[in-house]
């Protein structure tokens, strides 16, 4: 499957950013999806995952209450929205599929995602 991540930008502190991830694929249905980022000189870390149903999501404690992770299964696209950025949201923001997790699991390692997209550039000014 091959993805492709979209929406990135500049944008003030306090501000929002929609990322859209779209997926070359029929069987979109059958894969998690994943949002990753990397900021400069730090690993790539796990920012949201939403399992094939879009029935669970999972986040980390730094975009907890701040960002949410959608699908459109019918447009082969996942979706993550940013509100209240910060500075150190600042990255490159990827997205990811994992064909391999059980049913309602989301994985939050770099090495459960077989399939990753271009990054797409956040960069959130002072």
């Known amino acids: 499957v091959q993805l492709q991540a979209s929406g990135g930008g500049l944008v003030q502190a306090g501000g929002s950013l929609r990322l859209s991830c779209a997926a070359s694929?029929?069987?979109?249905?059958?894969?998690?999806i994943g949002w990753f980022r990397q900021a400069p000189g730090k690993e790539r870390e796990f920012v949201a995952g939403?399992?094939?149903?879009?029935?669970?999501?999972e986040y980390a404690d730094s975009a907890k209450g701040r960002f949410t992770i959608s699908r459109d299964s019918a447009k082969n696209t996942a979706f993550l929205q940013m509100d209240s950025l910060n500075p150190e949201d600042t990255a490159v923001y990827y997205c990811?599929?994992?064909?391999?997790?059980?049913?309602?699991?989301?994985?939050?390692?770099?090495?459960?995602?077989?399939?990753w997209g271009r990054g797409t550039l956040v960069t959130v000014s002072s």
């Open positions: 990811a599929a994992d064909s391999t997790s059980l049913m309602y699991t989301v994985r939050n390692r770099v090495s459960d995602y077989a399939y």
């Open positions: 939403i399992s094939r149903s879009g029935g669970r999501t």
């Open positions: 694929t029929r069987t979109f249905s059958t894969y998690n």
